[in-house]
């Protein structure tokens, strides 16, 4: 099915688009004339006009907007929402909500001293958000302003990306460079960049005052750079950063097949007085579908990394499951959480399965069963309600676009073990400072203005720039 969608205006073009694609994930949707279903948008001072055309009827709502840009917005999404809800006879869990930080519009209500069923009402009415999402989101964010409430202005974040990776996921659009011969033999080099660019960025802590209290060291998957330059960046680290600031290092071990004895024990030397959060991320137990996705190891690896894990005494540590994988069903999706609650992980992360645009899995969409929307619902109320049972807690929240049923990816966690950068770097009010090849670094300034600096996503590129020298 082909979409095209049409306004006289750029005003609130993105929800426009995306409320569209919401209700629509398989289809086409484009902007312009032509398609089997077209929406059009016509403003007109305070005055919009709302027209929906099918083969068979065309429909159309108007309403005005009001001053308050904010009020106006939602005030559009709600009416393209009822044109679609009818249309579609569907109603979306997340209602009319487009961003990413869904807590973000919580905080407010909460400094406002509104109690719970204030919030869950302005949620419902406001944006349409569902009984039990307004639920959750209300949960995530009071957990999300007890961890952001104890640090300091000052508190800022390191990230260090590693974007290499034994093979790249079926579902992954990461710049992620497959460790082949040619990029085996930069890995030294890039250990030098990024030593390279660490030297600079600690230049710009200082000139900011500002104090790292969480590291990331994600990717791809770190480990493979070796645990010789491992050691190097840490020593660069803890030579320039004062190691009693820092309350989370968190290590993306990631695969079973980048984990070895050398680097759990060089990271349990740490872990004996620093909070080193270490990850091993199944994604899914099930032995067939980590096939299919590009996984080179079982379910059983990953058992074993988590033995190798607790013998060298780590307690913090993270595992990553994905909803919606392809090919699986309901009863493989439970037995994958039931297996990874077995292994007792500090954390666990659920994620819905999202296409994304240079993903190779956007290209093979057609060869794989997938579940339907309303299952994936029901298993994330599942999700929810079993992790709970279990002692874990929603700490914090974010969606992706081009999600399975447009939902959401949770962060759960036993009390305690919350990622400190997690939080930071959804809730964009501190400084993040990153490092590597399709790095990523956040400025925080007065009036939540947000400045992004990008780095290379090529390895090659990064490797010259930081080094001043062709490869």
């Not at 209700?23 to 305070?46: L, N, Q």
Request: glycine share 6%.
């Amino acid at each position: 099915m082909r979409i095209t969608y049409f306004s006289n205006s750029q005003k609130f073009l993105y929800d426009f688009q995306h409320i569209i694609r919401a209700f629509y994930p398989s289809a086409e949707v484009k902007f312009g004339h032509g398609g089997d279903i077209h929406f059009e948008a016509y403003f007109e001072e305070m005055k919009v006009v709302l027209k929906i055309q099918t083969q068979h009827k065309t429909v159309q709502k108007e309403f005005v907007l009001v001053s308050d840009e904010h009020e106006s917005k939602r005030i559009f999404g709600r009416n393209l929402y009822d044109l679609l809800k009818d249309e579609t006879k569907r109603e979306l869990p997340w209602g009319i909500l487009t961003g990413i930080r869904p807590t973000k519009i919580v905080y407010p209500l909460l400094e406002q001293g509104l109690n719970d069923e204030q919030i869950y009402n302005f949620l419902q009415k406001e944006y349409y958000i569902s009984d039990k999402k307004s639920k959750l989101l209300l949960k995530v964010a009071k957990n999300e302003m007890d961890i952001l409430n104890k640090l300091e202005s000052s508190s800022a974040c390191l990230y260090i990306g590693i974007p290499i990776c034994p093979t790249k996921c079926l579902y992954c659009s990461f710049s992620c460079h497959e460790i082949t011969r040619q990029v085996k033999s930069l890995i030294g080099m890039y250990t030098d960049s990024l030593i390279c660019e660490l030297e600079k960025t600690y230049q710009k802590i200082e000139e900011n005052k500002n104090r790292i209290v969480a590291i990331y060291f994600g990717g791809g998957s770190p480990a493979v750079l070796g645990i010789e330059n491992i050691k190097k960046i840490f020593t660069n680290l803890f030579e320039n950063l004062e190691r009693k600031h820092i309350q989370e290092i968190t290590f993306e071990a990631g695969r079973p097949d980048t984990i070895d004895e050398k680097l759990l024990q060089y990271l349990s030397e740490i872990n004996q007085d620093l909070n080193v959060r270490l990850c091993i991320n199944p994604q899914t137990s099930n032995d067939n579908t980590l096939k299919i996705i590009g996984r080179n190891h079982s379910f059983e690896d990953i058992k074993r990394a988590f033995a190798q894990a607790y013998k060298y005494s780590f307690k913090n540590i993270n595992s990553d499951v994905i909803l919606g994988l392809p090919g699986e069903d309901e009863n493989d999706y439970k037995r994958t959480i039931d297996d990874v609650l077995k292994l007792s992980p500090a954390s666990i992360t659920v994620h819905t399965l999202s296409i994304k645009r240079a993903s190779l899995l956007r290209f093979k969409w057609n060869e794989y069963k997938f579940m339907d929307e309303e299952t994936v619902n029901n298993l994330l109320d599942w999700t929810q309600y079993i992790l709970e049972e279990h002692g874990y807690i929603p700490y914090y929240m974010y969606r992706q676009k081009n999600m399975i049923g447009n939902f959401e990816n949770v962060g759960y966690c036993k009390r305690g073990f919350e990622g400190l950068y997690n939080v930071m770097i959804m809730q964009e009010k501190h400084n993040i400072y990153a490092c590597g090849a399709k790095a990523v670094s956040k400025f925080v300034y007065e009036g939540d203005r947000i400045e992004r600096v990008f780095n290379p996503a090529d390895i090659k590129l990064y490797i010259s720039r930081m080094l001043s020298v062709d490869v």
